[in-house]
């Protein structure tokens, strides 16, 4: 089969119809790349090094803009205000979760003083980027996806705190869905102004970690009144511009996914093996309906032994009739050596071949 665009392998497991090879998408964190060139890759751009697939992300921000400044700096750490309140540490030399110290908006007061501070701007939106790669990116048959930023994950993990948003979600349901209402309108608006200007994208998508391992944050029924009608809008606005939609939402959130599947969802990562999300029984219950980003438990990346045989195995069950991109089922930490991410590449390239001619 003649190689494919991104574009066009992207679209054709959206249709859940073979192409030329499944697609991979996926995200190494900086120290990984970092090790892969001392160990030979010979540039840090590795989706060129490996001719993995073109993808572009258009997002916005959408944040109440609260004031950024630092509040320590040592060697090792950085601890620094951001613009939706919270007081968080990084670290310098390694790449993990952001470390949430305290938090502005943790009432349902706090949050009135400062909801009003969001709202649409050009100013919010890329435009220089755009401007100077988005001609490329259709040429070079890139796969375009616009972002949204909005729901239980940003708000618990970057607004208000865990344990702050779980229990206003059972005690103050009103909070709760007008801070989800306001995310999301004002992301809309501001994609809405990116759509208008030409730079149109193929593919909506959002992040909304709703599980950890074994479990969901809250039960089904909360997730239906208080959550579902903003995935909903999400999902009704992408298909109103002719995009199809992707959930990222880590942790086992099997219990949801068929009320994201009724609700017309078309794509959904990272499918976290290590949580408890079981990627062949969804590829067997809603292979037909529902495109699967990732499956392969990144843990096992680096122990060849495991990984490159269920490669073998379940990738070419994902594949059928399309509907899947690989991927790790969270991202690729520097345990993983460039030996072993080659081995995987080429494995998955090879069995996740459809082979054939080109329709």
Known sequence: MTAMTSHERFSRMYRHQDADRVPV????WHETIERWVREGMTTPDYIEYFDLDKTAYISTDNSPRLPVRVVEETDDY??????WGATRRNFKHATTTPENLSYEVNTPDAWAKIRDRMQPSDDRIPWDRLRRDYKKWREEG?????????GFDITHSGMVGTETLLMAMYEEPEWVTDMFERELDLSLKLLERVWDAGYTFDELHWYDDMGYKNTQFFSLQMYRELLKPYHQRAIDWGHAHGCV?????CGNIMPLVPELVSMGLDGLNPLEVKAGMKPEQLKKEFGDRLLFHGGFNVVEWDKPEIILPEIERLVPILKENGGYIFASDHSIPPHVSFRDFSDIIAAVKRVGSYGGKRE
């Open 25 to 28: 998408l996926d995200s190494p």
């Open 245 to 249: 939609v992707r959930l990222h939402s």
């Open 78 to 83: 950085v601890i620094k205000t951001t613009p």
């Open 142 to 150: 890139y796969w375009i996806t616009g972002g949204l930023w909005f």
